[in-house]
C-alpha cells in the first residue's frame, strides 16, 4: 500500500478537510444522508406493498398466484440492476464523491417514480404493459444499486469515531423507515379507501408522493460535505474493481454475509405480506387474514424493527461487529424452519406478529451494522465501489429473489423447502463471518495506516 493510499484512509475518518467534526456536524450530515435514504427506500417498496393491488391489471388474471410471481418477477429484475447501478454509482463515489453520487441517484429515482405513477395497464396498451412496468422497475433497480454503496459509505466516514455501529445503523432505520411508511401508507388506504378503489386507481397516489419527497431530499443532500479528499477522488485506483478484486478476503466475506443478510431480510418482511395472504388458501369462508389485517401487522412489526436497530448497533461497538455477525447467523441457522412452519399455522395476529419480531431481532444484528461492517474492510480510494457493487450482486441474487423462490417453491407443492434452502444460504455466511476480521483492530476507517490495514481483505 502507497503512503498516499494510507493518507486516503485517514481522510475519510475525519472529513476532506482532514478536520475533526463536531458532533452536532455529525449528526446533520447523517440525518440529510439518511433522508435520501429514506426516500429511495421509501418509492422502492412502495411497488412491493401496492403490488397485491395492481398486479392483476398487468398481468395473468384469475391467478392470484401467478400474478403475484409475475409481479414479484418484475421486483426480482429490479433487483438484477442493482450490481450495475452498484458498480456505476460506487466508481462515481470513489472517483466524483460521495455527495454527487447520491444527488444522481435520487434524481434517478425520482423520475422512475413519476413514470410509475402514469403508467398504463394491460387494458390500454395490451402485453406492453408488463414491459413499460419492468423498464421502469430497472431504472429504479439502478438508482438504489447505487443508493446504498454511496449512503453506506459516507455515513460510515462521517460517524464518529467509537460510536460508528450506533450512527450507521441509521441507514437501516431510514431503509427500514421507507419500507414501514410504504406499508403505513398501505394501511392508511386501505382504511379509508378500501381495496376496491384502491385497485381501480388509487394506487398511484403513493408514487407521486414518493416523487415529490425525492425532490425534498435533493434539497438537504445539497448541503453535504463531501468525506473524500481530491488525492482520494484522483488516484490512479480509485473506483476500480480490479483493485476491489485484490482483496478477496473482503470481497468473499462481503458477498457472503449480503447474501444471506438480504435473502432472511426481504423474507421476514416484503415476502411476510405474501406469505400470511396465501395461508388463506385452501381454506374457503374462514379467512384468517386479509390485506387490511397483514398491512396493520406488518406496519408494527416493522415500527419495532426501526428500534432495533440503533440498540443493535451500539451493542456492535461495544462487542465487535464480528460477533454482531455472529449471533445473526447462527440465529439464521437455527430459526427459519420451525419459525416458518409457525408462522404458517399461527390463527391470530398477534401470535404471527411476536414469531416475525423474534426472527427480526437476530437479523438486526446484521441490519444494524451493514454498511459499516462493509466500508471497514475496504480502503477509501475503494469503498464506495467495493461496498456498493459487492452488496449489490449478492442482494440481487439472493435478496431480490426471495419472493420469487419462496413463491415457486410454493407452487410447485414444496413450500417447506424454501425454509430449508435459507438454512443452506445462513451456513455459507456463517462461513463467511469466520473470515472476517475484528473491527476493532482491523478497521480500514479507524486503523487506515497500520500494519492490520494493510493486511485486511486479503
Not at 24 to 42: D, H, M, R, Y
Not at 65 to 93: C, D, E, H
Not at 370 to 384: L, N, Q, W
Request: charged share 15%; hydrophobic share 50%.
Amino acid at each position: 500500500m502507497t503512503d498516499s493510499q494510507e493518507k486516503l484512509g485517514r481522510v475519510s475518518a475525519s472529513g476532506a478537510d482532514g478536520e475533526k467534526k463536531s458532533e452536532w456536524q455529525t449528526v446533520k450530515a447523517i440525518i440529510a444522508a439518511s433522508s435520501g435514504n429514506l426516500v429511495e427506500w421509501f418509492d422502492f417498496y412502495i411497488y412491493a406493498f401496492f403490488s397485491v393491488y395492481f398486479a392483476e391489471q398487468f398481468f395473468v388474471e384469475g391467478n392470484p398466484t401467478l400474478s403475484l410471481m409475475q409481479s414479484a418477477g418484475v421486483f426480482f429484475v429490479g433487483f438484477l440492476m442493482r450490481p450495475i447501478g452498484g458498480y456505476i454509482f460506487g466508481r462515481a463515489a470513489d472517483r466524483m464523491g460521495r455527495k454527487n453520487s447520491m444527488l444522481i441517484s435520487i434524481l434517478l429515482m425520482c423520475a422512475g417514480s413519476l413514470c410509475m405513477a402514469i403508467l398504463p395497464t394491460s387494458a390500454t396498451v395490451g402485453s406492453w404493459a408488463a414491459i413499460l412496468l419492468l423498464l421502469v422497475r430497472m431504472v429504479q433497480g439502478l438508482a438504489v444499486g447505487g443508493e446504498y454503496g454511496a449512503t453506506a459509505t459516507y455515513m460510515s466516514e462521517v460517524a464518529t469515531e467509537g460510536k460508528r455501529g450506533f450512527y450507521s445503523s441509521f441507514q437501516y432505520v431510514t431503509l427500514i423507515g421507507g419500507q414501514l411508511l410504504a406499508s403505513l401508507l398501505a394501511v392508511i388506504m386501505t382504511h379509508t379507501l378500501g381495496t376496491e378503489q384502491i385497485e381501480e386507481g388509487w394506487w398511484r397516489l403513493p408514487f407521486v408522493i414518493g416523487a415529490a419527497a425525492a425532490i425534498v431530499s435533493i434539497w438537504l443532500r445539497r448541503g453535504l460535505t463531501e468525506t473524500t479528499s481530491a488525492d482520494t477522488r484522483k488516484d490512479e485506483n480509485s473506483g476500480s474493481f480490479y483493485e476491489v478484486l485484490r482483496h478477496p478476503r473482503a470481497f468473499l466475506v462481503v458477498l457472503g454475509i449480503t447474501c444471506v443478510g438480504s435473502l432472511v431480510f426481504y423474507v421476514f418482511t416484503t415476502y411476510m405480506q405474501k406469505f400470511l395472504l396465501l395461508q388463506n388458501e385452501g381454506t374457503p369462508g374462514e379467512e384468517i387474514f386479509n390485506k387490511g389485517s397483514i398491512a396493520d401487522l406488518m406496519t408494527i412489526c416493522l415500527l419495532i424493527f426501526v428500534f432495533m436497530q440503533p440498540l443493535a448497533g451500539m451493542l456492535s461497538d461495544k462487542i465487535g461487529r464480528k460477533n454482531n455477525m455472529l449471533i445473526f447467523v447462527i440465529g439464521m441457522i437455527a430459526l427459519p424452519i420451525p419459525m416458518l412452519s409457525m408462522i404458517g399455522k399461527a390463527q391470530s395476529m398477534v401470535t404471527a406478529g411476536i414469531l416475525i419480531i423474534i426472527a427480526m431481532a437476530f437479523i438486526s444484528m446484521y441490519t444494524s451494522i451493514s454498511g459499516i461492517v462493509k466500508a471497514e474492510m475496504f480502503p477509501a480510494h475503494i469503498r464506495g465501489i467495493g461496498v456498493g457493487f459487492t452488496y449489490a450482486i449478492g442482494n440481487s441474487l439472493f435478496g431480490g429473489s426471495a419472493e420469487y423462490v419462496a413463491l415457486w417453491f410454493r407452487d410447485a407443492g414444496m413450500a417447506t423447502w424454501f425454509a430449508i434452502y435459507v438454512v443452506i444460504v445462513a451456513i455459507v455466511g456463517f462461513v463467511a463471518v469466520l473470515f472476517m476480521h475484528d473491527n476493532r483492530k482491523h478497521s480500514t476507517i479507524d486503523n487506515a495506516d497500520s500494519s492490520a490495514y494493510k493486511r485486511v481483505g486479503r
